[in-house]
């Protein structure tokens, strides 16, 4: 019986077009930290479920990656939605720089992670959900778990927002000096 453990990894791919999770192994055979980054580029291109990253410096850099998108996505939210729910006030000291806070915070959003695959994953930290994955046949104590969530609606949340505030700021700029 021919075991998938033995299988080339390309093969492996192939035959298991979307895995369910994959795991990034810390085996040092050859090429080092570059072999665990291309592990996860084939991971994040084939939309595995889980990916669980063994590796302590490559699962760091991942989930400061992501935290910073999400910091990235919250912070256009909230000062968008912050400078809509302002409008009222006709405070432009209030209403200009949290509209453009939004702007600049969803732009850098979309220049820098909206076609990265890696911005599909959020860190998993749900412990009932971890228990459910094979963690115990890993080497290292405390892997990076990275779960696919579909990021469509949190998009269109940030950049509504976003041109949101921008034409509001462009209306009161537009008020301000006519």
């Known amino acids: ?7 080339p990894k390309v093969l492996l791919c192939v035959l298991l ?7 990034i ?10 072999d665990f980054e291309n592990e996860l580029d084939e991971a994040l291109e084939l939309e595995t479920g889980t990916i669980v990253i063994e ?42 720089p949290l509209g453009f806070t939004s702007v600049v915070c969803a732009g850098v959003y979309m220049i820098s992670w909206q ?23 890993l080497g290292s104590s405390s892997p990076v778990v990275l779960v696919r969530k579909d990021d469509t609606r949190r998009k269109i949340l940030h950049n509504t927002l976003a041109v949101a505030a921008l034409s509001v700021c462009c209306y009161k700029m537009y008020k301000w000096y006519s």
């Open 1 to 7: 019986m021919l075991s998938l453990y033995k299988l």
């Open 17 to 23: 077009s979307r895995p369910e999770y994959l795991i």
């Open 25 to 34: 192994r810390e085996v040092y055979e050859q090429g080092g930290i570059e």
């Open 55 to 96: 590796p302590i410096r490559l699962g760091a850099e991942t989930a400061r990656w992501i935290t910073v998108g999400n910091f990235l996505h919250k912070t256009s939210v909230l000062t968008g939605g912050i400078c809509l729910l302002t409008l009222r006030t006709n405070k432009a000291y209030l209403i200009l």
């Open 115 to 137: 076609f990265d695959p890696c911005c599909k994953y959020q860190v998993e930290t749900d412990i009932r959900r971890l228990d459910r994955l094979p963690l115990h046949k």
